[in-house]
């Protein structure tokens, strides 16, 4: 049977580092202490002047081709996930393609927020499941988050950062992926967000001066959501899958909140040492954190061949998505 796996992986962080003692400074109070205590984040990485999404996902892309042993020209489609992109319009995959010289590539690009590196998997596997002329794919996980911020904002200006992460899914025909599952809780699209600089609210004087067009919090989600969600659509996908979650090797969730991953292993009744946790040094990156966290695994040695990946992401919408892979 067709289906695909993971043959390569890669990531990109931005060269500036910003601590939380920086914070502490430009806030004029401790928030470092609260950063590490509760979330492990000690500093983050974020783009400089002249750097941009796209930059993150171009260097992210070719370590993640050089490490599957392939060429740009060997790419059949580009799927970027991002909800900070490069431009409104057009897509940041056709501006990546451009720059990789991917010539024999399709693109487009994805937003669930920070659930979009998973849907995106989800997705390139079911082209190459059910059309041939899919060979390889390239799926990104991209995030400048740093862009929308607001300085003064210590309720999302500690928290957020930037980077990507970039795997290759190649057909296969032995096992590689088992199962993947897509939900969403709409009624929660209004509590955090980038409101303005779409159709319903244009950027103009007015948003500029709210700093609508910045990242905002506008309702505090209710903490158990995302371990109870977690937690259900992993045990479903186990249940398809024909395994439990002991079986699961490695964890690689959504990193915007570490109890709560550490809810959901204790859940499964998975030990806590098979999460892959990078926020303490790169801080939260949105879609990129999940991919930035596996190629980090990868690099390390961390995972083996036979071993059972879980993805599982999150974000505003909210939009949630699961996806098991076996290396």
């Known amino acids: 049977m067709r289906t695909s796996k993971i043959t390569g992986s890669g990531f990109y962080a931005p060269e500036k580092i910003v601590t939380n003692q920086w914070f502490n400074e430009q806030l004029g109070e401790d928030v470092d202490t609260w950063l590490r205590e509760n979330l492990t984040i000690r500093e983050r990485r974020w783009c400089g002047e002249n750097e941009s999404t796209a930059d993150l996902c171009f260097a992210a892309a070719n370590n993640a081709l050089a490490d599957a042993g392939i060429k740009a020209e060997q790419l059949n489609l580009i799927i970027v996930a991002t909800d900070t992109p490069e431009f409104i319009s057009p897509s940041t995959a056709s501006v990546l393609q451009y720059r990789l010289g991917a010539i024999n590539a399709g ?186 966290a596996f190629a980090i695994a990868r690099a390390e040695g961390k995972v083996k061949p036979g071993e059972i990946m879980c993805f599982m992401g999150s974000g505003g919408g909210l939009a949630f998505a699961n996806v098991l892979y076996r290396m």
């Open 107 to 292: 693109t487009f690009d994805m937003n669930t927020a920070c659930a979009g590196f998973v849907t995106a998997l989800d997705t390139a596997h079911k082209f190459i499941k059910s059309d041939e002329q899919y060979g390889h794919i390239l799926v990104i996980g991209a995030y400048a988050m740093s862009k929308y911020l607001d300085l003064k904002d210590k309720k999302t200006v500690t928290l957020f950062a930037d980077g990507a992460g970039a795997v290759v899914l190649s057909a296969a025909e032995s096992e590689g992926y088992l199962t993947g599952s897509l939900h969403t809780e709409g009624q929660y699209a209004e509590w955090m967000g980038i409101y303005a600089g779409g159709t319903k609210h244009p950027v103009n004087d007015e948003v500029v001066s709210k700093k609508d067009h910045l990242l905002k919090f506008v309702k505090k989600f209710p903490k158990e959501i995302n371990p109870t969600k977690w937690t259900e659509m992993i045990k479903d996908s186990c249940d398809k899958s024909g395994i439990k979650p002991e079986d699961i090797s490695h964890f690689f969730f959504t990193q915007i909140n570490i109890n709560s991953i550490w809810e959901t292993l204790d859940n499964l009744k998975a030990g806590r040492e098979k999460a892959h946790t990078i926020m303490d040094r790169y801080g939260y990156t949105g879609s990129a954190c999940i991919p930035m």
